[in-house]
């Protein structure tokens, strides 16, 4: 099987980016969701983390306590937005279903572990009481798979992705994606 040509690899990326932008956000609006459930139930205060992030990365003074809502937004929506874009790239390449979206779990809790220790925000996971690590990996499963639901699905309208034709073509290997159109392999 030939390698996607140039223009077809553009054409991927470019639709990579505002799909991964879109998937990201609404996996973000339902784990905003999700986390304001929980902390009915719990009553779990609101993280400021996200904005203290942010506000280290980019120099500028931190409050005592609770951090601006504007900045804490910012960084929660834009960090899940820009991620989106990676879920993306996977599902226009052909990594799309459960175990995609599975896998791209870890890059969004690694994401947010390399972020949170290296500014001294945060602490590894493995010092952090169980049940705050359960609410945070709960969360961020639920970012990763809702994302990956749209990437999936947006993706999809463009076809089976190189990876996908690829395993169409060698024997032993399924497509995972149904028949394929004839001439896409």
């Not at 339902?30 to 203290?52: C, W, Y």
């Not at 990437?151 to 089976?160: P, S």
């Amino acid at each position: 099987m030939e390698a996607p040509s140039r223009g077809t690899r553009r054409r991927m990326i470019k639709r990579a980016l505002w799909q991964g932008l879109v998937a990201g956000t609404a996996g973000a609006v339902v784990m905003t969701l999700a986390e304001k459930a929980e902390q009915a139930v719990t009553g779990r205060p609101d993280s400021h983390v996200p904005a203290r992030v942010l506000l280290r990365l980019t120099g500028r003074p931190e409050r005592p306590g609770k951090q601006p809502l504007p900045v804490n937004w910012a960084m929660h929506f834009g960090q899940a937005a820009l991620l989106g874009v990676v879920r993306s790239v996977m599902a226009q390449a052909g990594l799309r279903g459960p175990l995609a979206s599975a896998k791209f779990a870890v890059v969004r809790l690694t994401n947010d572990q390399i972020l949170e220790n290296a500014t001294g925000v945060g602490a590894p996971p493995t010092t952090w009481p169980r049940g705050e690590l359960a609410v945070d990996l709960l969360h961020k499963t639920v970012y990763a798979f809702v994302t990956g639901a749209v990437a999936d699905a947006l993706a999809a309208r463009d076809g089976a992705g190189p990876g996908q034709r690829h395993a169409a073509v060698r024997p032993g290997r399924h497509a995972d994606v149904g028949p394929l159109p004839r001439g896409d392999v």
